[in-house]
């Protein structure tokens, strides 16, 4: 049986799993998806998920990512938890546990003809991805970096035609320790 991979799990290679479909939760976690990408620390690239399951367990026409399969950088994917298994064709979830929110995006277009997007960057737990850098992809390829507030919120994204986010990845500190705020 083969863990599934949700928002909160890491990789081999020091990678923090930030997206996730929520229309699937495991423990109120989004599933990480087939093609859904990460930043990679160790080889410094955005790396894409690749499901060893192809068409076994499906959300949204995507292959949910389990413990143990790899991203395109060859890292492998670490579980945090047993609640959701697959073996077999079969599945199990506690669907029971409220979902939680761990990205609050607001949307503005204003007047100047620009779109406007702030992000807050939580772990699992709730407590904010203070002071910790940041990439965040649009579709267009484009990206904007920086460093998340005191409250884990990214800068003002703006952008001048309506772009979908790609994906939003953490840089963590290789030195990161117990009592920093990044969440490692």
């Given amino acids: 049986m083969k863990a599934l991979i949700t928002i909160g799990c890491k990789t081999d290679h ?4 930030i997206l996730g479909d929520p229309s ?5 976690k989004a599933v990480h998806l087939d093609g859904m990408t990460h930043f990679c620390p160790k080889c410094k690239v955005q790396s894409r998920a690749i499901a060893s399951n192809k068409g076994f367990m499906i959300v949204g026409g995507k292959s949910i990512v389990a413990a143990g399969d790899t991203s395109s950088c060859g890292s492998k994917y670490l579980k945090i938890s047993d609640l959701a298994v697959m073996d077999n064709g079969s599945s199990r979830a506690n669907s029971d546990l409220n979902p939680i929110a761990l990205q609050r995006n607001s949307f503005v277009d ?9 992000i807050q960057l939580e772990n699992t737990n709730g407590e904010p991805y203070a002071n910790v850098e940041y990439i965040v992809t649009f579709e267009d390829g484009s990206i904007c970096k920086g460093i ?3 409250n884990g919120n990214t800068e003002r994204l703006k952008t001048e035609t309506s772009l979908g986010i790609v994906s939003v990845d953490l840089i963590i500190d290789s030195n990161c320790n117990e009592s920093c705020s990044c969440g490692e």
């Fill in 14 to 17: 020091g990678g923090i799993i």
């Fill in 24 to 28: 699937f939760l495991v423990e109120g």
């Fill in 110 to 118: 204003d007047e100047s003809n620009f779109y406007d997007e702030q």
């Fill in 148 to 150: 998340t507030d005191n």
